[in-house]
């Protein structure tokens, strides 16, 4: 397929009546958006809406974030951008696609955690702009809309988990319609149609994500993937949306729908297709596979998909903690026996000065070639802040009991768990683990 | 301005000391002003920038069997000639000599707090047990090594001198002490992977910046020889704890362990017990706990004489996250505590 | 944590759904069991029969710990 990119790069993000881009000022009607949302909320899970703003080097803090969404739309070619979500499944990928670059859209709740699982709850999650915290998140460097929401209580999961993803997406929608008519800032085409110099060495990306239940789920052209078959798509696809996050479990282990319209891996290769490499494809699979057999199976089916593309070399990436690294080990391991060259990306673990014990949550012997996102295990120190977005508190501890802090506190927090993509699972982050 | 000669201290063996081989290791502690041995050698790649002031040379097998009197005065030797940096070795793969210089590096790290740098051999096994406390320069397995390793033992202990510290072992040259500290680097993760991958395409190389793991080996215990008068016990890293976690035991990063009562119950029942281990969805052992602590099984057994009686208590805590120096810490707490109460074998669950 | 009891003369046998990791850390009795959120159990099974699944996990466990191993060893045991 081929694709052309065209962005949008935004200056300022105000408040302001009558929603408009002028001279990279983009201006949101504050009531408008939230009557708008409010208004599809037909259930009335959403209690609240108040949209917030928080721009790059503001002396501010964000919490309770879910999602972050990217702001797009299709200005030809099928389907809409972020297709299955309120617009059919249509598949995407071909055309132009009209997207900021800078901006985002944020869903912000206090998802209630009355759920009985210890896994499966929104896990406070923080990103600060400035400070000691700021490089542990991408979303320090853009401009970003909050929305900040409260919702009705007595409903269950699922309704919550649908209801704050359609606001966020209508608003993204919204927003996106502003491009629709206008010429970028700067476009960029991406063109897989075309024959490739038969020597550019053949390289294939695996993308595994976390689908675990509700509030851990990945969706696939507006699915939830807890049984998916491992397969290969074009690259395009997943730059139009057809992968969107419904993962708020571990914000430190999570690839929010923005990154994943933006994988660096997928990006920086299909820059490089037909120059200096052969992009052969995408594979997208699911790790946490709940036995030895499961993983080495979806292991094994990945695998086969990156083979049949005729790949020479590999990327794996994965979202998660220990359960998804061995699926995403076992894929690697898989593909070296079968003679297919793999590099991969992971957090380290290490204690604060790195010498406590392992590294590596899980590996296998063929894992020689690894590039670090940096350690979660390290302390952080979080400064006071002026404001504070999204909330008021951090709830901190819910197998203890759960308790509220105030949220723009200076505090000291052991590990970056709480930081919102501090894993650097996507490797967006140039955050590493250095050894001395 | 000319910047000040870096103050070097050699330490050095019988042999690299002149005086003789094996035979000779029990030669007592001296010591000389300026170079002496492969220090000459030293000096001569060190230039104006460096000078050793003074060394020091012991018996290899003295400093091993006395090594707390030798280090006494190794350590008034060192105190006396004031050096920016202590230099021991190269060593090469040589055992007793490496320890020694191990130990000269433990004193120079932790009592003397003077920077030292050591010479060794990769796999001598003085490297796994004095890595922390020394920069190591890898050096060749034996002497005949020696022209090739000085240049850079030399380069590092004026760096050294002068600094205090080093950079990163990937660009210093050294061997990893083990430290990572986390930084921003130029490029990300991304970047760095596909420019590996590149790499290793190219028929290249390129390092890892992540070692593998490499797990202690434990000898398997003895089996039980007769079950049927064994006691048995349960632990779990499955996080199944007794409704409103008690002992607010963590959901990831386990400090602590819970130890809780089983005695006279057929099964864990459901309710009374919940799970809290945040990397798994507790919803089927919340609806049977005996999912993740298998109690009902481990009673008929019990009851049938299978074994002879099961402890009545069990232990657990939530493995994710947990480094391995605190599960070895609180294993080794658990595995004490199992020992007391004269258990025969352990049944572990993990998820 | 295992080992450490193994260090100290108890012979333990793990129930785990993953024994690539138990193998991979050094466990040396291993139970392949019925799925990370349920080590023990296999709730797609009806309810006797998954006690009856328990039972085997159990028994293997205890046949595991008589038995003498020389390095990590997983002993299998299957639903059908």
Redesign the interface.
């Known amino acids: 397929m081929k694709l052309e990119r065209g962005y949008f790069s935004v200056q300022r993000l105000v408040f302001g009546r009558g929603t408009s881009l002028a001279d990279g000022v983009l201006t949101i009607d504050k009531d408008e958006l939230t009557k708008l949302v409010m208004a599809e909320d037909r259930n009335g899970n959403i209690a609240s809406l108040a949209p917030e703003i928080v721009v790059p080097g503001e002396d501010a803090r964000i919490v309770h974030v879910l999602d972050t969404l990217p702001v797009g739309v299709k200005v030809s070619g099928e389907g809409d951008f972020l297709p299955g979500h309120l617009a059919p499944p249509t598949i995407v990928g071909s055309g132009v696609t009209h997207l900021f670059d800078n901006f985002v859209v944020m869903e912000c709740a206090e998802l209630p955690w009355a759920g009985?699982?210890?896994?499966?709850y929104a896990?406070e999650a923080i990103i600060d702009m400035v400070g000691p915290a700021a490089?542990y998140s991408p979303f320090s460097k853009t401009f970003n809309l909050v929305l900040r929401m409260t919702m009705k209580p007595g409903a269950s999961d699922v309704e919550y988990d649908e209801a704050v993803r359609n606001a966020g997406i209508r608003a993204a929608r919204h927003l996106g319609d502003l491009l629709k008519d206008r010429k970028p800032d700067r476009s960029e085409v991406f063109d897989f149609t075309q024959p490739v110099d038969p020597k550019l060495?053949r390289?294939a990306y695996v993308t595994q994500c976390q689908t675990?239940?509700t509030y851990s789920n990945t969706l696939l052209y507006g699915k939830e993937v807890s049984n998916l078959v491992p397969a290969a798509y074009s690259p395009t696809e997943l730059m139009d949306g057809c992968i969107v996050s419904g993962n708020y479990v571990?914000p430190w282990a999570k690839i929010p729908t923005f990154i994943q319209v933006n994988?660096?891996?997928l990006m920086?290769?299909s820059r490089?297709h037909g120059k200096?490499?052969n992009f052969v494809g995408v594979v997208f699979d699911r790790g946490?596979n709940?036995?030895?057999v499961e993983?080495q199976r979806v292991a094994n089916l990945a695998a086969s998909q990156v083979r049949r593309l005729g790949a020479?070399?590999?990327?794996i990436?994965w979202e998660g903690?220990?359960?998804s690294a061995?699926d995403a080990m076992?894929t690697l391991q898989t593909l070296e026996r079968w003679g297919i060259?793999?590099?991969?990306?992971?957090y380290?673990?290490?204690?604060p000065?790195?010498?406590?014990?392992?590294?590596?949550?899980?590996?296998?012997?063929e894992?020689?070639?690894?590039?670090?996102?940096?350690?979660i295990?390290?302390p952080t120190t979080i400064p006071k802040v002026k404001r504070v977005a999204g909330g008021d508190v951090l709830r901190l501890?819910?197998?203890?009991?759960g308790e509220s802090e105030p949220a723009d506190a200076e505090r000291t927090l052991?590990?970056t768990?709480p930081f919102y993509c501090a894993g650097?699972q996507?490797?967006?982050?140039?955050?590493?683990?250095?050894?001395? | 301005m000319a910047e000040k000669k870096v103050r070097i201290v050699h330490y050095i063996n019988q042999f690299f000391a002149g005086i003789g081989g094996e035979e000779k290791g029990s030669s007592p502690l001296e010591h000389c002003e300026g170079p002496k041995g492969p220090g000459v050698g030293l000096m001569q790649q060190v230039g104006n920038e460096a000078e050793i002031v003074r060394t020091i040379w012991c018996g290899d097998n003295l400093v091993n069997q006395e090594s707390e009197r030798i280090l006494a005065g190794i350590a008034e030797l060192i105190r006396e000639a004031k050096p920016d940096v202590v230099v021991a070795g190269p060593a090469f793969n040589a055992g007793r000599y490496g320890l020694a210089c191990g130990m000269v590096a433990r004193l120079c790290s932790q009592t003397l707090k003077v920077p030292v740098l050591i010479g060794l051999y990769p796999e001598n096994p003085a490297v796994e047990i004095y890595r922390r406390d020394a920069y190591i320069w890898p050096c060749a397995e034996t002497a005949v090594g020696m022209r090739k390793d000085l240049p850079g033992l030399a380069r590092l202990a004026v760096k050294l001198g002068r600094a205090g510290t080093l950079g990163p072992a990937i660009e210093e040259g050294y061997l990893p002490r083990g430290f990572r500290s986390n930084e921003y680097v130029a490029k990300n993760a991304a970047e760095r992977a596909i420019e590996m991958l590149m790499k290793r395409l190219a028929g290249q190389n390129p390092p890892t910046e992540i070692p593998l793991r490499g797990f202690e080996k434990v000898p398997p215990a003895a089996p039980v020889q007769d079950l049927s008068k064994a006691t048995v016990a349960i632990v779990t890293g499955g996080g199944m704890v007794p409704r409103g976690n008690p002992d607010k035991l963590k959901q990831a990063f386990a400090d602590a362990y819970g130890t809780y009562s089983i005695a006279g119950l057929p099964e864990l029942p459901a309710g009374d017990f919940k799970g809290i281990h945040g990397g798994y969805d507790s919803t089927w052992v919340d609806e049977d706990p005996d999912r993740v602590v298998p109690l009902d099984a481990l009673r008929q057994f019990e009851k049938e004489g299978r074994f002879k009686v099961l402890l009545n208590e069990y232990y657990v805590l939530c493995g994710i996250g947990t480094n391995v120096a605190m599960a070895k810490k609180l294993g080794a707490r658990i595995a004490e505590q199992l020992k007391r109460k004269e258990v025969s074998a352990a049944i572990y669950t993990s998820t | 944590m295992q080992k450490e009891a193994e260090r100290a003369g108890i012979p333990t046998a793990l129930i785990t759904a993953i024994p690539s990791v138990a193998k991979s850390v050094g466990v040396s009795r291993i139970i392949t069991g019925g799925g990370i959120p349920y080590p023990a159990g296999n709730p797609s099974l009806p309810r006797d029969r998954e006690i009856e699944f328990r039972r085997r996990l159990v028994a293997k466990a205890l046949e595991a710990v008589s038995t003498a191993v020389k390095e990590p060893t997983v002993f299998d045991v299957s639903i059908a």
């Open positions: 009985k699982s210890a896994l499966l896990r490089g060495p390289v675990q239940g571990w994988l660096p891996v920086q290769l490089a200096t490499v946490h709940n036995s030895h993983k020479q070399g590999c990327i990436t903690g220990g359960n061995t076992l060259t793999c590099t991969s990306l992971c380290e673990f290490g204690g000065d790195g010498s406590e014990g392992i590294l590596l949550v899980d590996d296998v012997p894992a020689k070639w690894l590039v670090s996102g940096g350690s295990e390290k501890r819910k197998e203890t009991g052991s590990n768990t650097n996507s490797g967006i982050g140039h955050l590493a683990g250095v050894g001395y």
